[in-house]
Each structure stands twice: as C-alpha cells, then as structure tokens.
C-alpha cells in the first residue's frame, strides 16, 4: 500500500470513527467474534455484497449508504450485547438474525422496525442511534459542526443539538437525550 493509499484508508477510518463510534472494522471483527459468524454470514444479515463488506472493514470505503443497513448494524450490535449478559442464547440470536436480515429498516421515530423492548417502547439508545444516522446521512461530522458554530450565537441549543448528535459519541447523545426528558 503506498502513502496515499494510507492516507486515504486513515482518512476513512476517521470518519467512520466520527460517524459509527469507530472504525467499522473493529465493530464488524467484533460482532463476527460475539456472534459467531463468518465475513459472509455477517454480510448476508445485512444486506451488503461480502466485496463492500470487505471494502467497509478495510477502510477503501467510509461510509454505509444504506440507512437499513445502518439499522440493522445497530440491531446486531444490541443483540450481540444481548448474548453477551446472557439475556438471550445462541439458538435465540440465530432466529433473531435472520429477523433482521429481513427487516427493511424502518424509524425508530414510529416504532417500526427491531427496535423496540418487550414493552413495545424504542430503546433510548436505538432512538438516539437513529437521530445520529439521520444527520450523518445528510452532512460529515465537520460539516455538521461548522453549521453548529454558525448557529451558535444566536440559537445555541439548536448548536448543542447538533454537535451532541451529528459528531459527537453515542454516550454523549444518550446522556444529552435524557437529560431532556421530562
């Protein structure tokens, strides 16, 4: 790989850290190791070619372009936290896994969609996940904080807003939700 190879792979990396909360593949390594799956397997559930997979984990690709497969990364990363406390077992993730390889996507906002708990209510987590998607689909964290700091003087919560969300971490923007929960 030559340095602008380098460079441009760094550069991917960057971004997907800003837009995922780290590189997508360390996430996709780790979802593969908590759920046992293999490249292919993983690419099947979500609905990508094993090629962009393996472009997306490497770095010569940034972005998701799709908002479902997004979602069903998200949905994946909840269930393999699910296995991992031992909520559910591995014949459970199984069936759930093929459920979200069929699922379309679909708002966290209207409760469509895996993204509900066994209350039927939108996880906060998934809530605050889908608001970050949203904004990351439209503009690059940069971009995003430039019209943050342009917002600033004169509507600085609409600022807040889309710093927390639109580059900030997932932590943050779950923290920042709640705390404007009544």
């Known amino acids: 790989m030559d340095a602008t190879q380098q460079e ?5 990396r960057e971004l997907q850290r800003s837009w995922y909360g780290e590189p997508l593949g360390a996430l996709f390594r780790r979802l593969i190791d908590d759920l046992g799956l293999n490249q292919a397997r993983l ?16 770095g010569q690709r940034a972005k998701i372009g799709n908002p479902a ?40 906002l209207t409760g469509t969609g895996q993204t509900t ?11 605050v996940r889908e608001i ?4 990351r689909s439209v503009a690059a964290a940069g971009d995003i904080i430039d019209a943050a700091d ?22 943050e923007a779950v923290a920042h939700y709640q705390s404007h929960q009544s």
Not at 117 to 127: M, Q
Not at 132 to 135: A, D, G, I, M, Y
Not at 165 to 171: F, L, N, V
Request: proline residues 4%; charged residues 15%; aromatic residues 2%.
């Open 8 to 12: 441009t792979t760094a550069r991917a």
């Open 69 to 108: 497969v997004v979602q069903r990364v998200q949905a994946l990363q909840e269930l393999a936290g699910q296995v991992a406390d031992g909520s559910i077992s591995a014949a459970e993730a199984t069936d759930r896994m093929d459920e979200i390889k069929k699922s379309q996507g679909g708002s966290v």
């Open 132 to 135: 970050q998607s949203l904004l």
């Open 43 to 58: 690419a099947a559930v979500l609905g990508l070619s094993a090629p962009m997979l393996s472009q997306l984990m490497s």
């Open 150 to 171: 342009t917002l600033a003087p004169t509507h600085p919560e609409l600022a807040e807003f889309l710093r927390v969300y639109g580059a900030g971490r997932t932590a």
């Open 117 to 127: 708990t066994s209350s039927g209510a939108p996880t906060v987590r998934r809530v």
